[in-house]
T-cell receptor
Framework: DVKVTQSSRYLVKRTGEKVFLECVQD?????MFWYRQDPGLGLRLIYF???????EKGDIPEGYSVSREKKERFSLILESASTNQTSMYLC????????????FGQGTRLTVV | GDSVTQMEGPVTLSEEAFLTINCTYT??????LFWYVQYPGEGLQLLLK?????DKGSNKGFEATYRKETTSFHLEKGSVQVSDSAVYFC???????????FGAGTRLAVHP
């Protein structure tokens, strides 16, 4: 069974903390994504990586950074967490081949207090 | 830029009613088109896809046809069930790196 695993299902952090969200896939996919899901706003792309050490900003990269040192792992970093970053974070992976689907993790619900 | 627009929800239907969820897109070139579904408490999963103009994707009684002339990919089902209650996302996959762009999602609630 194909799998995208996010390190935490629920996370509570304090304002100003540095937060790491980890995502691992076991399908040898080139592409990995971090999305943020908020009610009424749907999925918004934060960052996209199409290869190891390669990244591209999505629609809302401000306040976030990413790291992809190995093909199977894609980390999202909140440099200094703020309350407006309270959200559901979804990681996904896909082959680079066009017409192919993405596979999603279960999501991490982050609350910043 | 590239984008996907879905009809706003929530959509509330009685069991066995007909469902249409509208989706239109803006993209350079010829993207692939997808519908994903998110059941409560779960991540997204692929429902169906179409890779070129006039293709029809279908799965679990849902259908959508890739209409290049109207840049649309509307989701339909002839008879919905309570178990179809979920959030539905339309998405496009861009040529080149297969980057995925999602719409805002449409919540469907089906009542007995």
């Amino acid at each position: 069974d194909v799998k995208v695993t996010q390190s935490s299902r629920y996370l509570v952090k304090r304002t100003g903390e540095k937060v790491f969200l980890e995502c691992v896939q076991d399908m040898d996919h080139e592409n990995m994504f971090w999305y943020r899901q908020d009610p009424g706003l749907g999925l918004r792309l934060i960052y996209f990586s199409y290869d190891v050490k390669m990244k591209e900003k999505g629609d809302i990269p401000e306040g976030y950074s990413v790291s992809r040192e190995k093909k199977e792992r894609f980390s999202l970093i909140l440099e200094s967490a703020s309350t407006n970053q309270t959200s559901m974070y979804l990681c996904a992976s896909s082959p680079r081949t066009v017409n192919t689907e993405a596979f999603f993790g279960q999501g991490t619900r982050l609350t910043v207090v | 830029g590239d984008s996907v627009t879905q009809m706003e929800g929530p959509v509330t239907l009685s069991e066995e009613a007909f469902l249409t969820i509208n989706c239109t897109y803006t993209a350079t070139g010829y993207p692939s088109l997808f519908w994903y579904v998110q059941y409560p408490g779960e991540g997204l999963q692929l429902l169906l896809k179409a890779t070129k103009a006039d293709d029809k994707g279908s799965n679990k009684g849902f259908e959508a046809t890739y209409r290049k002339e109207t840049t649309s990919f509307h989701l339909e089902k002839g008879s919905v069930q309570v178990s179809d209650s979920a959030v539905y996302f339309c998405a496009l996959g861009l040529r080149g790196y297969n980057k995925l762009i999602f719409g805002a999602g449409t919540r469907l609630a089906v009542h007995p």
